[in-house]
């Protein structure tokens, strides 16, 4: 398998440049090779059992032209990139409309529908977008959301697309010419305020592509190899950069085929074993909770590892228990990035994999990215922009240009025996800072804690706080809490022996979270400090009021 995907890399390396504008480049691809397979998608939105439609590129060129035309018939051709939002599920639709947008001169603005009125109200007016695509059937977003926009298209559905003829729609323009354009627009977590826009023009595209095809140093494989050209499941949320990066870069640049998931219902472990059932990967792209869901599930990670060769994760970290059981069945690769950023691309020894090495990362010299020391053995992962005529801009100083040093905020801490192996530890505004001004990072402690079994989610709190306290998330809420807290009680005690006193956790400085009042996640199901801190700011001034 690995050297089937190597030559579906390498054929596509050579069918198109990295420069060459994506929706030209397939284009070129169903004109070269019109049988290549770019994805497979269910029939049904529910269900896995009714088969799936093997997507050409010829397929994907000829509905891209018919979204196009349609666009076009609706609104006329923009000469301004004017953004258009989309909101609906992970399915093929979302591409169409990004693709078929920018032939007709729009930019798109993937936009979530977890956040409120108020925040969407103000992330689509600092874009300047009145009008919003939607699949047909039930609405993706709630009435006061939708009722934001002038003007609300219903986009037409896949059948439609793929069931007719149409003419080309072209798009002759050049790199040059567009390459500060927007192509489309995502945005931040908002777990700080509102979102705010991230804008990924065609440059911002380029320079991902040349960063993937960058050749290894001597003596290493590229890790993206585990996966580049081969079949692919992606579970990220459609409205988060992983879809974009892995449905359209990996696929039209590197050679990858997509199988979609079932896009009627939210993406699960049960689904996940389903898919890989009826069509056998080379790698799944997957977001922590799965990974932990997974490794407390033995019979669904069984399955995944006889149909799967390689599992991916991005957004956040995951234990080191649920990492190990992983890694035990299949090889278990950790990546590193943003939205900003992309995911890194990473080396790893030639010869044999090792898995006990699966929460280090060795990045690829070319990206110019070194670790700066912060406190203790944590070091900030900093860009510097490449400057020599042969090396490539990388695709976080095109959203970032005014400055050639770019910090990430991304805190790791080296092998103790390799240097260039780095553990991720966690974001620097993790750090606590107690009113004593003594500072404390809490992610080893949150991580040891939360290998308890019965954990969901643990989370350190001390900000302007005399000392430490612990909310828990349980997996069962009607579990006996006292017994639960005896059967915890040894985990604490480990993760308190390497801290300071004023961030050691004792037993009445441990709140387990209402079943009502979950902690604040994320898109991608991680756990938002600051937003869980607002939901039990007060059940948290009184725990310190009594104890502390």
């Known amino acids: 398998m690995a050297t089937e ?17 994506l929706p030209n480049a397939i284009d070129h691809i169903a004109k070269t090779d019109p049988g290549r397979l770019y994805a497979e998608i269910p029939l049904s939105t529910m269900t896995f059992d009714a088969g799936f439609r093997s997507v050409s590129y010829a397929d994907l060129a000829n509905a891209v032209n018919g979204m196009a035309w349609w666009i076009h018939r609706a ?39 977890r956040f409120n009125a108020i925040a969407h109200d103000n992330f689509i007016k600092q874009c300047n977008c009145n009008k919003i695509i939607m699949p047909q059937g039930p609405e993706s977003a709630d009435e006061s959301i939708i009722f934001l926009y002038d003007e609300v298209l219903r986009a037409p559905t896949l059948e439609e697309l793929f069931s007719e003829k149409f003419p080309h729609f072209t798009f002759e323009k050049s790199f040059q010419e567009v390459k500060t354009e927007p192509l489309v627009i995502l945005h ?25 095809r960058l050749d290894p140093p001597k003596g290493f494989e590229s890790t993206d190899r585990l996966m580049l050209g081969g079949k692919l499941i992606c579970s990220f949320p459609p409205a988060h950069a992983g879809p974009t990066w892995v449905t359209l870069l ?5 050679g990858s085929t997509m199988v979609y998931l079932l896009s009627g219902i939210l993406p699960t472990v049960s689904m996940l074993v389903d898919c890989v059932q009826h069509k056998k990967v080379d790698a799944l792209m997957l977001v922590p909770p799965q990974i932990e869901e997974l490794a407390i599930n033995s019979e669904a990670l069984q399955t995944i590892s006889q149909n799967g060769e390689t599992m991916f994760y991005a957004g956040g970290d995951v234990t080191i228990a649920a990492g190990d059981t992983i890694s035990s069945k299949m090889k278990l690769v950790t990546t590193c990035g943003s939205t900003e950023q992309g995911f890194w691309h990473t080396i790893h020894p030639t010869g044999t994999w090792n898995p006990k090495m699966w929460k280090y990362m060795r990045v690829h010299p070319a990206q110019n990215l070194t670790f700066r020391h912060q406190s203790e053995d944590l070091f900030e992962a900093t860009y510097t922009l490449n400057e020599s005529p042969d090396g490539y801009k990388q695709s976080i100083f095109t959203i970032f240009p005014e400055n050639p040093v770019y910090p990430t905020g991304d805190l790791f801490s080296p092998h103790a025996d390799d240097p260039e192996l780095w553990q991720f530890r966690g974001r620097a505004d993790d750090m606590q800072s107690f009113i004593t001004a003594e500072k404390f990072y809490p992610t080893q402690m949150e991580r040891i804690i939360g290998a308890h079994p019965g954990v969901a989610a643990v989370l350190f ?24 807290l005896e059967s915890l009680w040894p985990l604490v005690e480990e993760a308190n022996k390497p801290v300071p006193y004023t961030a050691k956790i004792t037993k009445d400085m441990i709140l387990i979270t209402d079943e009502a009042l979950p902690m604040a996640r994320s898109v991608k199901g991680t756990i ?7 939901l039990y700011e007060h059940k948290l001034d009184v725990l310190y009021a009594v104890h502390a």
């Open 5 to 21: 995907r190597l030559n579906k890399f390498q054929n596509a390396v050579q069918a198109v440049g990295s420069e060459q504008l």
């Open 75 to 113: 609104l006329g051709s923009s000469s301004t990139c004017e953004p258009l939002c989309y909101m609906g599920p992970n399915d093929l639709t979302r591409n169409l409309v990004l693709l078929g947008n920018c032939k007709a001169g729009y930019s798109t603005l993937m936009m979530t529908p």
């Open 188 to 212: 931040t977590s908002g777990t700080t305020g509102f979102p705010k826009p991230i804008i990924w023009t065609h440059e911002y595209v380029a320079g991902y592509v040349k960063e993937r």
């Open 250 to 254: 990996f696929t039209v640049y590197c």
């Open 461 to 484: 709190v001390g900000t302007r706080r005399p000392k430490g306290a612990l909310l828990v998330e349980l997996r069962n809420p009607s579990e006996d809490k006292a017994a639960f």
């Open 528 to 534: 938002e400090r600051r937003g869980t801190v607002r």
